[in-house]
């Protein structure tokens, strides 16, 4: 974990500042040595100040908190609450990320499974109803965010409850509780009507389900396959990628898992969610005749690295490689290259033409890379590093303008009510903060606030749970890491560094310095005795 967590931050800080990973310096090297050596130094204190707290903790004997249905009902009321006042201040709800394209699509009869077919059908007709029984699309959208709110809020308490059976503190119950219902980043997904809400809300349930089974035996598999299902579920139908997390997932779980029960529970909950889904989705598909999604969804990162080698290598490329590149992308678009952010080059990618000769292009993408091979990796770098550098801006829609705003050098949050939505309201005081929290800049330059808000901040507290976890070959917490760590494979194939794309590292904060201090107190214990 440490060279790691050292090489993000020695080439992140090159990127951010140089625009490039300088791979054949030595200084480059030597700088990431230093960092390696602090990053130990601090880790070896750190683990101490943790053991010793475990120590102080088991003489004190916290009171932990009782984990009864009582529980689960105050903390999911709460979070209803909490969300409900958000909802106040972003009135009718965050209509954004793709949601106008989604609708249209919809209004206008012409579905596509570009985006995942059942959240476009669901999103696309609660306007329409809204619209019909209402007379204005805002009331449609708040219908989709108000059924939003309790089923996120139940899963989320869930994760607490859990947590609650396994030992957790009061007080650190209620902080996590506080964190999860108030973080502002939290707070403003909860009433946003993307469709990474519940497939993160999936995410959540699955890893909370997992990590309850380690803590007992084998009784309650009924429920347990249930919510499995109803998670797979989310994550399958609310993304189209799902399937490539939960395929794997299912194929580790039947060939690793060593209990029986707990083999068929898991695995053969993901296989029947995989053939509800895909029977759903295909009729959907039919019954709608949809169009089927496209291929340039997979080569986000391809199309950037050969439109980086067209930026930085001009000069050495032929003429004919040069109509080469250009009939997969118009030049145009090449020459505007935005390095952190491929939605220009994916829309304007002349899939066509591609399909057409996939051998040839293939081949040049080959003759690329074995040219300009740092090339390839500092493209790949500039658009994800925002997931594991802590001290860079979200900043991929710097230029655009959507829904008549244009973004600056915050694109945090896309804080916007797309069309036909209008926003109004209700707690102008909060949607200010919001607003700011999305688009000023300073809020993530500031090293105290930047770092809370920072996506590779709860990245890192994963890593370094997961690391801690393999130290101690804790096997049986081995499957609490796997969707997440798949999932995040996928945030790295994506067209850009993204808050939504990695929200579910924030909500699984509190589970994971759950396990931290759990195994440092067990590590105490035996150092005590």
Request: aromatic share 16%; net charge negative.
């Given at each position: 974990m440490a060279l790691l967590f050292s090489a993000a931050v020695v080439f992140g800080w090159q990127i951010e500042h140089r625009g490039n990973a300088n791979f054949y310096n030595i200084g480059t090297y030597a700088w990431l040595c230093g960092v390696f050596v602090s990053v130990l130094f601090l880790l070896s204190f750190s683990d101490r100040i943790l053991i010793d707290n475990g120590i102080s903790e088991k003489k004190k004997k916290p009171l932990h908190i009782t984990a009864d249905r009582r529980l689960f009902l105050m903390t999911w009321g709460g979070m209803i609450l909490?969300?409900?006042?958000?909802?106040?201040?972003?009135?009718?709800?965050?209509?954004?990320?793709d949601a106008q394209t989604e609708t249209f699509e919809v209004m206008t009869n012409q579905y596509s499974n570009h985006h995942p077919i059942v959240h476009e059908f669901l999103l696309g007709n609660a306007l329409r109803v809204g619209n019909r029984i209402f007379g204005n699309y805002n009331a449609g959208i708040t219908l989709v965010v108000v059924a939003q709110i309790p089923?996120?809020?139940?899963?989320?308490?869930?994760?607490?409850y859990v947590l609650a059976k396994r030992g957790i503190s009061r007080r650190a119950y209620l902080i996590s509780a506080l964190f999860i219902a108030l973080f502002p980043t939290v707070s403003m997904f909860a009433v946003c009507t993307t469709k990474d809400v519940p497939f993160t809300a999936g995410i959540i349930l699955f890893t909370a389900v997992l990590y309850d089974r380690t803590g007992r035996g084998e009784e309650n598999a009924?429920?347990?396959?249930?919510?499995?299902?109803?998670?797979?579920?989310?994550?399958?139908?609310?993304?189209?990628?799902?399937?490539?997390?939960?395929?794997?997932?299912?194929?580790?779980f039947i060939c690793v898992i060593k209990k029986k029960t707990a083999r068929i529970v898991s695995g053969l909950s993901i296989v029947c969610a995989v053939c509800v889904c895909i029977l759903v989705t295909q009729t959907m598909i039919l019954s709608l005749h949809a169009t089927r999604g496209e291929l340039k969804e997979m080569l986000s990162v391809p199309m950037?690295?050969?439109?980086?080698?067209?930026?930085?290598?001009?000069?050495?490329?032929?003429?004919?490689?040069?109509?080469?590149?250009?009939?997969?992308?118009?030049?145009?678009?090449?020459?505007?290259?935005?390095p952190k952010c491929a939605d220009d080059v994916k829309v304007n990618f002349l899939e066509d033409q591609f399909k057409s000769d996939i051998r040839k292009y293939s081949l040049f993408y080959l003759k690329m890379l074995t040219r300009y091979p740092d090339v390839y990796v500092n493209a790949f770098l500039e658009m994800s590093y925002g997931y594991y550098y802590p001290r860079t801006v979200i900043s991929g829609y710097e230029g655009k303008t959507i829904n008549g705003m244009t973004y600056g050098d915050s694109s945090y949050f896309q804080f916007v009510i797309e069309n036909p939505g209008q926003s109004r309201p209700v707690l102008k005081f909060l949607n200010r903060f919001f607003q700011s929290l999305s688009l000023d800049s300073r809020w993530q330059k500031n090293p105290v606030t930047g770092i809370l808000l920072h996506p590779a901040t709860y990245f890192w507290v994963f890593v370094y749970t997961l690391s801690l976890t393999v130290k101690k070959k804790r096997r049986d917490t081995y499957p609490v890491f796997l969707v997440s760590l798949l999932n995040f494979a996928i945030m790295l194939m994506g067209p850009m560094a993204l808050v939504r794309y990695a929200l579910h590292f924030y909500i699984l904060a509190p589970l994971m310095l759950h396990i931290v201090f759990t195994e440092r107190v067990s590590e105490a214990h035996l150092q005590e005795e």
């Open positions: 909490s969300y409900g006042i958000a909802l106040l201040g972003a009135f009718p709800g965050f209509f954004c990320y089923v996120i809020a139940a899963i989320f308490s869930y994760m607490l009924g429920r347990d396959f249930s919510l499995l299902f109803a998670a797979s579920c989310l994550i399958l139908l609310f993304r189209n990628n799902g399937i490539y997390i939960l395929i794997p997932t299912a194929l580790i950037q690295q050969l439109a980086r080698v067209y930026r930085d290598k001009t000069d050495e490329l032929s003429k004919p490689e040069k109509e080469i590149l250009f009939e997969l992308i118009p030049e145009i678009i090449i020459v505007n290259y935005n």
